[in-house]
Structure formats: C-alpha cells, structure tokens
C-alpha cells in the first residue's frame, strides 16, 4: 500500500494549491481517505475526508468554503482544492486511508502560506 501525496508548496495568502493523494494497493471504492494537517508545534488535525462508495465529504469548520475534496477512482487519486489561502493554513499535509481496522498514513507535503 502507497499514498502519494505532492501539490506542496509557497504560496501568498489568497492563492491557491491543488494537493493530490496517489492511492495504490488499496482501492477507493471500499476505503474513505482524508486529508490531515500538521503545523509546527500543534497536533495533527483533519482537514477534509471523501468516503469510500458513493462519496460524502466531511470538512473542518476552518477550512469549509475554501477547500474541496474529490476523488478520480480512475486514477485512484484523492485531490484537495485548496483556495483563499491563509497563513494559519500553513502545515504538513498528510493523506490517510482507512476502513475498518486499516488505517494508513502516506507521507507528507509541505504547505507554506506567507507574504
């Protein structure tokens, strides 16, 4: 099992990144992944989660209207839109796969939010 996460990066507040999570070994349609987040010195937190089967989104309230979570199973790849920046964004961005007693964690990606 590998969740690939990449779409990092600096950008000004008010921009705008697209982060993707390559999911092989497992498949979308009986997994829910999400995205989490975590900033120096804080816990990890969730950011946004897509679930497996006909899809349901979950947001955290501080990032509702600004981000967007979407799924190509195609692909096998979880994206997280993320617009209107903020430097409280700024964080490691984690993809996490799970069902039932599973629950993977890939690597993360760097976000920086700064002027």
């Known amino acids: 099992v590998q969740l690939q996460a990449s779409g990092g990066g600096s950008v000004q507040p008010g921009g705008s990144l697209r982060l993707s999570c390559v999911v092989s070994g497992i498949s979308l349609r009986w997994h829910d992944i999400g995205w989490f987040r975590q900033a120096p010195g804080k816990q990890r937190e969730g950011v946004a989660c897509?679930?497996?089967?006909?899809?349901?989104?979950y947001y955290a309230d501080s990032v509702k209207g600004r981000f967007t979570i979407s799924r190509n199973s195609y692909k096998n790849t979880v994206y997280l839109q993320m617009n209107n920046l903020k430097p409280e964004d700024t964080a490691v961005y984690y993809c996490?796969?799970?069902?039932?007693?599973?629950?993977?964690w890939g690597q993360g990606t760097k976000v920086t939010v700064s002027s």
């Open positions: 996490n796969a799970r069902s039932g007693s599973f629950n993977f």
């Open positions: 897509i679930s497996n089967g006909e899809p349901s989104t």
